[in-house]
């Protein structure tokens, strides 16, 4: 079981930067590959970001390539969302979640239907 509790939105100007954490309570925290998908009213739950069990390896969809970085301390139990050069289409509510394949090697897509735990979301508005 793993609980994860997301910080770190908020409003903020076009071209201005962010970063959002997820804490997560549990022991097996190490084990999972995490996680940043995000959400805009009226559209489908995207992923923007995911990060293996170690951190070496990521992923980031085409919309955020080259300005957010997702990282990860597994002794803090934490995986982080920087995002700079913000634009008004990144505002959504941004969710992390874990997936219980660690990733440990290949390709990978984040697919929302594979992940277990989520977060209850953080907003993130940015003004144009």
């Known amino acids: 079981q793993v609980q994860l509790v997301e910080s770190g939105g908020g409003l903020v100007q076009a071209g201005g930067s962010l970063r959002l954490s997820c804490a997560a309570s549990g022991r097996t925290f190490s084990s999972y590959a995490m996680g940043w998908f995000r959400q805009a009213p009226g559209k489908e739950r995207e992923g923007v970001a995911a990060?293996?069990?170690?951190?070496?390896?990521?992923y980031y969809a085409d919309s955020v390539k080259g300005r957010f970085t997702i990282s990860r301390d597994n002794a803090k139990n934490t995986v982080y969302l920087q995002m700079n050069s913000l634009k008004p289409e990144d505002t959504a509510v941004y969710y992390c979640?874990?997936?219980?394949?660690?990733?440990?090697?290949?390709?990978?897509?984040?697919?929302?239907?594979?992940?277990?735990?989520w977060g209850q979301g953080t907003q993130v508005t940015v003004s144009s």
């Open positions: 979640a874990a997936d219980p394949n660690p990733w440990y090697s290949g390709s990978y897509y984040p697919n929302a239907y594979e992940y277990d735990y």
């Open positions: 990060i293996s069990w170690s951190g070496g390896s990521t």
